[in-house]
């Protein structure tokens, strides 16, 4: 019997053991057919008979039944929302996933996985979806595909393994009693459900199935080398699957991040108006042609970008969207906005793909498959007759050569299929214009039109009147007409405005008291602008514990942080390297709601922190003009000062030290008092440990062999601190970017503990270069590419040699000087490293140094000796004396006077 890590036996359903877990599937959904009535019933068997005469479930066919599921709502209820239908996309979206490996399954032509359980699914969908209980319904379905994903190793050798098939299996058998059970209790009258509720929960009704569910993704999701994969399966079936998974998996690593992007955004609202506007219903109908969405900042064009792509859902030929992110550089890049266009395209036609093009018949070689050799290709494997649709959301945000480098991708798909775009950008762009005169049409929809105006209005009465009925004590009828007409006129069509005035005005959040004074102070006061409105939201942050701290770690952060991953950031004490759990916040969602008001948000899918909107980063980090120099730190490098500390002290916690024990000569007493004055913690084992080692009759002497210092490190941390371990992978993935600011001068504690990881603890990290050790021109043209100050001053410290400058001065000419981004006291000695032998200083690279803050003042204990192990800067005045072009005043002087303090010192 498969068991769970953790050693417990998973349940196994009733029915024959001697069946294979594909026979008894079969029969799980033959018993949820019979729970449903004759007429659910007999629409469930057609449904079932349609797909097996259609093609492959497609992720068109996820978006079409949540846009089903959310027109109807929004036809029976005024208060519902596009998060409750959208929500469940994810868990779709992995039922479609495995009604492609169908066929493999089964062993046959009838794909049981589409025909049943998607059949099965949907049936219980459209019977449950307007029940009281949909909202938890959809949650419970999404957190189902958040506690485990599908990884590449299960595509990779699922078509093989009959043990992967086998857990697919009890998983999906368990997906099907899920259906069952909730049909059931959507069955209930409502005086059963009111009986029921006063003992049980829906969540502890419902708690064991799920339990089960995941213990069966866990056993999907963990390593395949754990695996014995004795039977395997051969057939031309299983290598086209192989090579067609291998494909869409190469193209696009990250496509379930990029649909999650677009589930994000569609949860925020509609935009009825737009898909009526006539240059859209024009564009629609069109061939080849141009759509261009525009509008200003906040005025909702990502939402009514994804609007559009459920609109279009379900055309023939297929439509691709991407949504490009600011705060996410993986939807930056070219190859990512190309290779997920690719994914889609060709996942769409699945069966149309003349799949026979391919070299070999069907595999294709293992690190073959890149964006652009799939776009040589893909003239001879997509159908040239049909029409396809591409949507870009935010192309602007990524940086100017990914964009030139995209619309020439674009460009040359353009030319060779029949291909229409849709690109939103903001009002005054000049970016994507040039683009239009490939197009044998081009339409232009507007954000700031009337039409839009008059759908935000009935947005924000619908919007106030719903919040107002959830109200425990509503506003009187005269309060909400006010309420609304102030907002009408002070929106000035920005969505996000109203965003934030709604929420201030009527919390969606319990713990946010409000009063009818309060209210019409905020109406009184309503900003006129965005810039005005952050500042009030930032106002209003109730627990200002974190200060401005939590704002800039979320901003910093290189991808967006988990929940429990920020509260980890939060508690770790930069400098300190002992866990102290009993300062890491408990409730997640309190603590954005509180310490990051409506600035912050929390996806209920992934659990990640992000804020509201991209242009909130820019408003926390404006300056003033007077700021603008070299040399002014900005608010954004003073968080990445911070969490470059914080991610090098976590990274110095003992628990992470996984090498065998070492001997070192400690002073016992020091570390335990220290250890316990540090952490404080509740840990019973913590507190044990000290009153042993602080009891008198103990041997006075340490065993040899003990490491004291590791065991009280790993002391600290209980089984409750697993929540500690979240933010390792970050950490080792970002810690090396995190610390380009960090102070070398002094050897502070920070950058000593920077030394311990780079050169002790490399293993801990992930370096962009293969090996620990590293030639010293890579270190510095890293540095430089990545204005990694920290890396640079290190490298020129430790690493150089006086044979090396030379070399070292010609990689900093080669460089860019408007990219050369080192400053300040990081250029510590950089002037007299450039000052060598070898050909004519550039002045204007002296220059810039200086103006960068370069010192003309010289020390000699950094500067490198010569081959025989002399001071090097002596060697200096005759390279001065011969040199034209440097700037005596500025550099000669001080150089000369650095080289007579050290001929004196040596005399």
Not at 3 to 30: C, D, H, K, M
Not at 614 to 625: D, N
Request: with cysteine.
């Amino acid at each position: 019997m498969p068991r769970t890590q953790s050693g417990a036996s998973l349940v196994v359903l009733p029915g024959n053991p001697q069946l294979s877990a594909e026979v008894r599937l079969g029969q799980a959904i033959s018993e949820f057919a019979q729970c449903l009535d004759i007429a659910g019933r007999q629409a469930y068997q057609k449904l079932q008979v349609q797909l097996t005469q259609t093609g492959p479930l497609s992720p068109a066919d996820v978006i079409t039944l949540t846009e089903q599921l959310n027109g109807e709502g929004a036809r029976r209820y005024a208060a519902w929302r596009p998060a409750a239908g959208t929500r469940i996309g994810g868990f779709l979206r992995r039922i479609q996933q495995f009604a492609t490996f169908g066929d493999i399954l089964i062993g046959g032509s009838q794909n049981l996985i589409a025909s049943g359980v998607w059949a099965t699914v949907r049936a219980m969908l459209e019977v449950c979806h307007h029940h009281v209980y949909f909202d938890q319904i959809s949650t419970l379905l999404m957190r189902l595909t958040t506690s485990w994903t599908i990884t590449q190793e299960f595509v990779q050798h699922f078509p093989r393994s009959k043990e992967l098939q086998t857990y697919l299996a009890e998983y999906l058998i368990r997906i099907v009693r899920l259906c069952q059970q909730i049909l059931a209790f959507s069955q209930r009258s409502p005086v059963m459900l009111l009986a029921s509720s006063l003992f049980s929960s829906f969540e502890a009704e419902f708690l064991p199935l799920q339990q089960e569910l995941d213990q069966w993704g866990l056993l999907i999701e963990k390593p395949f080398g754990a695996l014995t994969t004795k039977t395997i399966l051969e057939g031309q079936g299983a290598l086209l699957l192989e090579s067609q998974q291998r494909l869409l998996t190469s193209l696009s690593p990250n496509q379930d991040s990029f649909d999650l992007i677009f589930r994000r955004e569609r949860k925020r609202g509609n935009c009825a108006w737009l898909l009526s506007d006539p240059d859209y219903t024009s564009w629609k109908s069109a061939t080849s042609a141009l759509l261009r969405l525009t509008g200003h900042l906040g005025s909702g064009k990502t939402v009514g970008m994804a609007n559009i792509a459920a609109d279009l859902t379900g055309r023939k030929g297929g439509c691709a969207l991407f949504f490009c992110k600011s705060d996410d550089p993986r939807t930056q890049t070219r190859n990512s906005i190309a290779g997920s266009i690719l994914h889609q395209l060709i996942f769409n036609n699945l069966t149309a793909c003349h799949w026979d093009s391919l070299d070999d018949g069907c595999l294709l070689p293992v690190g073959t498959v890149t964006v652009d050799s799939v776009l040589q290709m893909l003239p001879s494997l997509l159908p040239k007759e049909q029409e396809y649709v591409l949507l870009i959301d935010g192309l602007e945000e990524c940086p100017d050569i990914e964009v030139d480098d995209t619309i020439q991708t674009l460009l040359g798909l353009q030319s060779t299929f029949r291909l229409s775009l849709c690109l939103s950008e903001r009002s005054l762009s000049h970016t994507l214009p040039l683009i239009g005169s490939s197009f044998t049409s081009v339409y232009l929809v507007s954000l700031n039109s009337l039409s839009k105006e008059s759908e935000l209005h009935q947005y924000i009465w619908s919007e106030v009147q719903v919040r107002n009925s959830l109200r425990q004590l509503a506003f009187p009828p005269d309060m909400e007409t006010q309420i609304a007409e102030q907002l009408i006129t002070g929106a000035q069509g920005m969505y996000l405005w109203v965003s934030l005035q709604l929420e201030a005005i009527s919390p969606s959040r319990q713990n946010i008291i409000t009063t009818d004074e309060t209210v019409i102070d905020i109406l009184g006061n309503l900003p006129n602008s965005l810039p005005e409105a952050f500042d009030q939201a930032l106002a209003r942050v109730s627990d200002k514990r974190y200060g401005m701290k939590i704002f800039g770690l979320v901003a910093t952060a290189a991808e967006p942080l988990t929940v429990d991953q920020l509260k980890v950031v939060l508690t770790v004490q930069p400098g300190n390297t002992f866990w102290e759990s009993g300062k890491l916040p408990h409730d997640s969602r309190q603590l954005v709601s509180c310490c990051g008001g409506t600035l912050l948000e929390m996806d209920e899918e992934d659990g990640k922190v992000r804020y509201i909107h991209h242009s909130v980063v820019s408003y926390l980090a404006k300056s003033e003009p007077s700021q603008q120099s070299p040399l002014w730190v900005s608010w954004l490098e003073e968080a990445e000062q911070t969490m470059g500390l914080i991610c090098t002290t976590y990274l110095s916690y003992g628990i992470f030290d996984t090498r065998i024990a070492t001997t070192r000569n400690v002073d016992a007493k020091r570390i335990v008092d220290s250890a316990a004055a540090a952490a404080k913690s509740s840990s019973p084992i913590f507190t044990h440990l000290i009153r042993h080692i602080r009891n008198g009759k103990q041997p006075k002497s340490v065993p040899k062999g003990l490491n004291i210092l590791n065991v009280l490190h790993q002391a600290q941390f209980s089984k409750e601190d697993d929540i500690l371990k979240c933010l390792l992978p970050y950490a080792r993935e970002y810690w090396l970017q995190h610390t380009r600011f960090v102070n070398t001068q002094g050897n502070t504690r920070e950058y000593l503990m920077w030394l311990t990881i780079f050169e002790e603890k490399a293993y801990l990290v992930r370096l962009p270069w293969a090996s620990e050790r590293q030639h010293w021109s890579v270190l510095i043209d890293y540095a430089l590419d990545q204005s990694h100050h920290c890396l640079f001053q290190y490298t020129i410290r430790k690493v150089l040699r006086f044979s090396d400058l030379v070399s070292f001065r010609q990689l900093l000419a080669s460089k860019e000087l408007k990219k050369f981004q080192i400053r300040g006291p990081w250029l510590d000695n950089t002037i007299a490293l450039c000052i060598a032998p070898g050909p004519p200083i550039n002045p204007s690279l002296l220059d810039y140094l200086l103006t960068l803050g370069a010192s003309a003042d010289f020390s000699l204990d950094t500067f490198p000796d010569d081959e025989t192990g002399s001071p090097g800067i002596w060697k200096i005045p005759e390279i001065l004396c011969q040199e034209n072009t440097v700037n005596r005043m500025k550099i000669g002087l001080p150089l000369l006077r650095t080289v007579l303090r050290s001929a004196t010192d040596r005399i």
